[in-house]
């Protein structure tokens, strides 16, 4: 919900934008534009590792197979498609991605509901109902890190900036957001059904997070087949997505589109590579999701500050040294609170992951926002500080609190008629922000 709020704000500053980090290029500068490319290109790269990774496990984990060579075919075919069509061919499968989710949705229900048979001796036993330490860490740490982690997602702000109108975007959203809160309560009850069903842990223990599938494996093999191809579709239609996502981001970030369209292919071909090399070795999904969202919790509080109006004396160089603060504030809570540097060094990559029966990670999340805006004040401290003194040494005028130009109203608001279509909208004129 939180792009339906937040989207038409940045659609008004940004007119002419269609990803978050032009409206940053427009507020911050350039410098505070790439930082945030970079940070978003991360995101997406941690993402398709995440996809593929998680695809080679179901396979395994349903099949017996290795999954490597479906992990190969999905990146062949994606990349053919998605370097001749672009993101319209992304948008064309988002529908396939959705039809296959509702699908795979009624069809586990159905046959998990008829064929799982519950060991009622295993629901005390596993301990899945009583209050626990990470239970109550979860309800910070899953808002912080969803919320955050999504400003880095490219592709729901080229939804965000395609649509219509304001209402438009309301609607979707509001549906999507329903849609996914029941896909949510289902898929995280497969958990429990495969705890005590004994489904998971398995024999050989396997990852929590392939549970559904588990789950799935214990139900006739006919139902197995269609699952499989059912994920395979879906993983296909989401890994799209991230190529288009990247590949869009550097092409308007780092080369303001003046790349032509063969070079953008390219682009989509070389990032293939390191993204399987990376997947083949890194088998815990959750830690690679961790990773990105400890990182977006440390970059975009200070940049959201910048939304508002009456915070113009905010510039890039407060958001870049936030975030990069915040990341190291994560860095000396974990050197603190172990006793140890290196075990600080490892609290940055999470790697006792969320169950380490500690505060660990709790504290990393809320450290890394908080050291943030810390970080990003003192940097708004020392920048204020340096240009006082820059004017009373060159005998200037001491502007650093003045309303910078792009802050003003340069354009009115677009006219619509009664069913919201857009009669005109003029253009505001592009005046870069400031960095410093």
Not at 128 to 143: N, V
Request: aromatic letters at 12%.
């Amino acid at each position: 919900m939180v792009f339906a709020f937040l989207g038409p704000i940045i659609r008004k500053k940004a007119p002419d934008g269609f990803i978050l980090t032009e409206w940053t290029r427009q507020r911050y500068g350039v410098p505070a534009a790439i930082w945030l490319s970079i940070l978003t290109l991360i995101t997406i790269f941690l993402y398709m590792v995440s996809e593929l990774s998680a695809l080679q496990q179901i396979i395994t984990s349903l099949t017996g197979l290795n999954g490597l060579p479906v992990v190969i075919v999905e990146c062949a075919v994606t990349t053919i498609y998605t370097s001749l069509g672009g993101f319209r061919v992304s948008f064309i499968t988002d529908n396939v991605q959705g039809a296959m989710v509702v699908g795979l949705i009624i069809l586990g229900v159905i046959t998990v509901g008829v064929e799982t048979k519950i060991d009622r001796s295993l629901i005390d036993s596993s301990g899945l109902l009583d209050a626990s330490l990470l239970g109550w860490q979860l309800i910070y740490i899953l808002p912080v890190a969803v919320l955050t982690n999504d400003f880095f997602l490219s592709g729901f702000w080229m939804r965000t900036f395609a649509s219509r109108t304001d209402r438009d975007l309301m609607i979707g959203v509001s549906i999507a957001t329903v849609a996914v809160l029941c896909i949510l309560v289902l898929i995280g009850s497969t958990g429990l059904l495969a705890a005590w069903s004994g489904a998971w842990p398995g024999d050989p223990p396997q990852e929590g997070d392939i549970s559904f599938f588990l789950l799935l494996n214990q139900l006739p093999s006919w139902v197995v087949g269609i699952v499989l191809v059912m994920v395979v579709a879906l993983s296909t239609s989401a890994f799209d997505s991230f190529q288009s996502s990247m590949v869009s981001t550097m092409s308007n970030d780092f080369f303001r589109n003046r790349l032509g369209v063969w070079w953008v292919r390219a682009g989509v071909v070389v990032i293939i590579f390191p993204v399987v090399v990376v997947a083949l070795k890194t088998p815990d999904i959750l830690q690679i999701f961790l990773i990105s969202d400890l990182v977006s919790a440390a970059a975009i509080p200070v940049l959201v500050i910048g939304l508002s109006d009456r915070c113009w004396w905010w510039r890039g160089f407060e958001v870049v040294v936030g975030g990069l603060g915040g990341i190291l504030t994560v860095f000396i809570f974990g050197t603190i609170y172990y006793g140890d540097a290196r075990q600080g060094a490892n609290l940055l990559l999470l790697e006792n992951g969320l169950y380490g029966n500690d505060w660990s990670a709790f504290g990393a999340f809320v450290a890394a926002p908080i050291g943030g805006l810390l970080w990003g004040f003192a940097a708004l401290a020392c920048r204020l500080a340096c240009q006082f003194a820059y004017a009373k040494i060159t005998h200037s005028r001491f502007d650093a609190f003045d309303r910078p130009a792009h802050s003003l109203p340069v354009a009115p608001p677009p006219r619509y008629t009664d069913d919201d279509v857009v009669l005109d909208e003029e253009r505001a004129k592009v005046i870069p922000g400031k960095f410093f």
